[in-house]
């Protein structure tokens, strides 16, 4: 923290009480009613002139499933990573376009990971739809796409996260995938669409032209159902069912919610848009993850980082002062007229700051603990959600959400 080694940081907590943590509760879709992943398989060349184009006109991201074996992956590398580099994601397909083995599987996942460093590979779709070895498969990767035209409700876990299915288009008709989108949407459902070519004319049945394509994904589009790649709306329907299943750890007015990945295979990042149940955590709770504080959406929801595996709530309107290890749980901080009065610091030198909840710094001072008297130091606030950040030297950096009352 600015020119200290490392610090230890303090936030102000709640007075008042609870027993209990209420539920957390995610937020269905993204904030969408239904969801629809469109996906690409086998690398072929007219998913890089024809789709590619489409997409980047509609702002939309899609998965695309890569064999090394076929279509000539190798020379096409460079553009596939500038792909996935606009944000769409690549996945396993097979090393070989064969029934997954842990061979085929595993050196797939080594190449496309070995592409870029923002391509994580986690996901898979079984070559001709042959679901087998599920095992192999789920070394590498927490979901697998089967076939079928299934729809996955919100509130309903699949039974096998490892065959989660996709709808095939055949012969240029998409009226199957049009429907299904449909469906999806009146159901506050996912629908999962698989297609080959986008060409005039396919190398097999499984492609559409140009033009119905892009009549597919503009129905997506107005459907205003939540489009995004396979495994994106695969993580956030699959870390859901672990998120609203978290209960709490501890008596308020602070929660230190914790919970463990459903798979170890899940990406390394699942933004996940969460509502707190007010009876509870009060009508504005600070969050904080990580040390960083995550600000309310306009809707009231936040949107944590699932796998950051915890989260801390705190109640607004606090009079304690929560405190790492290496600082005395004696420490307290209280709001006295315009200033913050600190009682119990260690003696040593610190430097004091308050931030914005985005991180902004909003005043800084310098002070001096020669003993155990309280310091008085002039907050720039009242009455708002405020980082407060203690730093001192040799100490570890901890940052904390807290409430100036």
């Not at 923290?1 to 007075?15: H, I």
């Not at 076929?70 to 792909?83: D, K, L, S, V």
């Not at 739809?129 to 919100?154: D, H, L, P």
Request: glycine residues 8%.
């Amino acid at each position: 923290m600015d020119k200290m080694k490392c610090a230890t940081t303090m936030a102000l907590l709640l007075a008042a009480t609870a027993t209990l943590a209420g539920p957390v509760t995610t937020v269905p879709w993204n904030g969408n009613t239904g969801a629809a992943s469109f996906t690409y398989d086998d690398g072929r060349p007219s998913q890089l002139t024809n789709l590619v184009p489409q997409l980047d006109n509609l702002g939309i991201k899609v998965t695309f499933f890569l064999a090394y074996g076929i279509y000539n992956f190798p020379a096409n590398e460079t553009q596939w990573t500038a792909i996935a580099k606009k944000g769409h994601e690549l996945a396993n397909h097979t090393y070989d376009h064969n029934s997954p083995t842990s061979t085929n599987v595993q050196q797939m996942a080594t190449v496309l990971r070995g592409m870029d460093p923002s391509i994580e590979a986690v996901s898979f779709a079984y070559p001709n739809c042959t679901i087998t070895n599920e095992s192999y498969v789920s070394a590498q990767a927490f979901i697998g796409r089967g076939c079928g035209s299934t729809t996955y409700a919100w509130g309903t876990q699949p039974s096998d996260w490892e065959n989660v299915q996709g709808l095939i288009v055949t012969s240029s008709n998409i009226s199957p995938a049009t429907s299904l989108v449909n469906s999806a949407k009146s159901g506050n459902s996912w629908a999962v669409i698989i297609n080959h070519d986008v060409e005039t004319t396919g190398s097999d049945v499984y492609y559409l032209t140009p033009t119905d394509n892009q009549t597919m994904l503009n129905s997506a589009v107005s459907a205003k159902v939540w489009v995004a790649p396979y495994g994106t709306v695969g993580a956030y329907y699959r870390a859901h069912f672990t998120m609203d299943a978290v209960t709490a750890s501890g008596s308020g007015p602070t929660w230190n919610l914790t919970w463990t990945s459903p798979h170890p295979m899940m990406p390394k990042s699942v933004p996940l848009k969460v509502k707190l149940d007010a009876t509870t955590f009060g009508s504005s709770p600070v969050v904080s993850q990580g040390g960083s504080a995550v600000a309310a959406n306009s809707d009231g929801s936040y949107t944590i980082d699932f796998m950051k595996l915890a989260m801390t709530i705190s109640k607004t309107g606090s009079t304690g002062l929560l405190v790492d290890g290496s600082i005395p749980a004696s420490l307290r901080g209280s709001e006295v007229g315009a200033g913050l009065v600190l009682s119990g610091l260690p003696v040593g030198s610190y430097r004091l700051e308050f931030r914005t909840l985005s991180g902004a710094l909003l005043s800084s001072a310098a002070i001096q603990s020669t003993s155990a008297q309280p310091i008085t130091v002039p907050s720039p606030v009242h009455g708002r959600s405020v980082v407060v950040v203690l730093s001192r030297e040799g100490a570890k950096d901890f940052a904390a959400p807290v409430w100036v009352p």
